[in-house]
């Protein structure tokens, strides 16, 4: 007995292969480029052993505060900032890095942060819909 199947089906498999290598593609891109910008600072992560880790990331200062978030899947430096939350960070202006804690948000300073921080629909599309972290980097 021959099975028959639908175009549309092999259609949506195809577009969503497709799609998912776009977001591959496009999370590398970003990932080995690392773009900065006037926005950016280089965040010093460690791992288990105590080798630092540089990232760069997108901040905004909201009410004297710093903020950063994870918009991607790839987000080893957050996994590391929050176990072992004493973070650097250098900006792109002088490089200097000064010790922060870096601090998950919670409840109405987290809502008010994601509204604030909105990365807009194709920049959610392109990054294929990450689920967004948050931290506030509090000097040390």
């Known amino acids: 007995m021959a099975v028959t199947r639908s175009p549309w089906i092999r259609i949506a498999v195809i577009a969503a292969a497709v799609y998912v290598l776009l977001v591959v593609a496009f999370e590398s891109m970003l990932g080995y480029f690392q773009p900065a910008g006037g926005d950016s600072i280089v965040i010093v992560t460690t791992d288990d052993a105590g080798n630092p880790h540089e990232r760069v990331i997108s901040r905004r200062d909201i009410d004297g505060n710093i903020y950063v978030a994870a918009n991607h899947w790839p987000r080893q430096w957050y996994s590391r900032a929050m176990e072992r939350p004493q973070v650097e ?40 819909f990450p689920p967004r972290r948050f931290l506030r980097l509090d000097p040390r």
């Not at 250098?90 to 909105?118: C, F, H, K, S, W």
């Open 89 to 128: 960070v250098a900006t792109e202006v002088d490089g200097e890095a000064r010790p922060y804690l870096a601090v998950p948000l919670a409840g109405d300073e987290l809502e008010r942060v994601a509204e604030i921080y909105d990365a807009g629909l194709v920049f959610k599309f392109m990054t294929g």
